[in-house]
């Protein structure tokens, strides 16, 4: 479903559409065939999410994960987001997301929504500090959500990033304040969906939970989508997870393409999130902030 294909190789503004080079790629990389699989089934969940929920919106925190997301949502409504795409902006991105934002919002003609968060004085002050700050998404996501009034959020996560995140559904009902009940998650047998949520309450949706790293960056490949420059190596390191520019930062690496990368990746055992401050804090402050309804 190549159906939103460019050839261009940069777009003038330092954003790079990664056309391949001829670079052995490892063996496992992810098959057309499996690529093809994951686009459809993702498709499928976009679609079953805007047929049955009244008020949607795609949460877009521009990094490699929510680009791939933009693309299948234009590729599920034959070239066009029929929904807001949400930005919660702490104010804190690097220069090139920002520029990044601008310039694709446009181009993608999105709605796009942009919100502020809180300051930090607002959230809860016992949370250690990238913890903290990382929390000031949450409530300023609580925030967007009662200005629109939406009863679903698309978000880009997937189970294969961080062990919390492993637990969630593909429909994942939230409870009234935003929370997230681990306990409480309902069976998804064969496709069927709860996309139900109580009165008052919404549902995250999430597409790509069953990809993996290699296969965002696979599809990136194939599809030719553009991304920020800060994920290819520069004086050895690059950043595998985009955040905060205070509590992001990047990992040793030589990968300046995506082959490159997915290469790096059949051999490295650093995690993807090494560079977030917030996974090198106390054991439950990622949980706790999942659980109090963080992306």
Request: aromatic content about 10%.
């Amino acid at each position: 479903m190549h159906l939103l294909r460019s050839d261009s190789g940069a777009d003038g503004l330092g954003f790079t559409a990664p056309v391949s080079e001829q670079i052995p790629v490892a063996q496992t990389a992810p098959s057309m065939d499996h690529l093809d699989q994951l686009e459809a089934q993702s498709i499928y969940i976009f679609r079953e999410a805007f047929a049955r929920l009244k008020k949607i919106a795609l949460l877009w925190s521009l990094g490699k994960d929510s680009n791939v997301m933009i693309w299948l949502a234009r590729k599920a409504f034959f070239g066009r987001v029929p929904f807001p795409a949400l930005h919660v902006d702490t104010g804190k991105k690097f220069p090139e997301m920002y520029r990044f934002r601008d310039h694709y919002g446009k181009e993608w003609e999105l709605d796009l929504r942009v919100e502020p968060c809180p300051p930090i004085d607002a959230v809860d002050p016992t949370l250690p500090p990238a913890a903290r700050s990382a929390a000031r998404k949450t409530e300023g996501l609580k925030m967007a959500l009662a200005k629109y009034g939406f009863d679903g959020l698309i978000a880009g996560i997937r189970r294969d990033e961080e062990a919390t995140r492993a637990k969630e559904r593909v429909f994942s009902p939230r409870g009234l304040e935003g929370n997230w009940d681990v306990r409480d998650q309902p069976p998804e047998f064969w496709d069927h969906f709860n996309a139900s949520p109580p009165q008052g309450a919404h549902l995250r949706i999430h597409p790509i939970l069953h990809w993996t790293e290699a296969d965002i960056w696979a599809y990136t490949k194939r599809e030719n989508i553009p991304i920020i420059p800060l994920y290819l190596a520069k004086d050895g390191k690059r950043y595998r997870s985009l955040g905060d520019q205070d509590i992001t930062n990047p990992v040793a690496s030589t990968a300046s393409n995506i082959d490159e990368i997915l290469i790096e990746l059949e051999q490295t055992k650093v995690p993807e999130r090494a560079g977030r401050a917030l996974d090198h804090e106390t054991e439950d402050a990622f949980e706790r902030l999942r659980v109090a309804g963080y992306l």
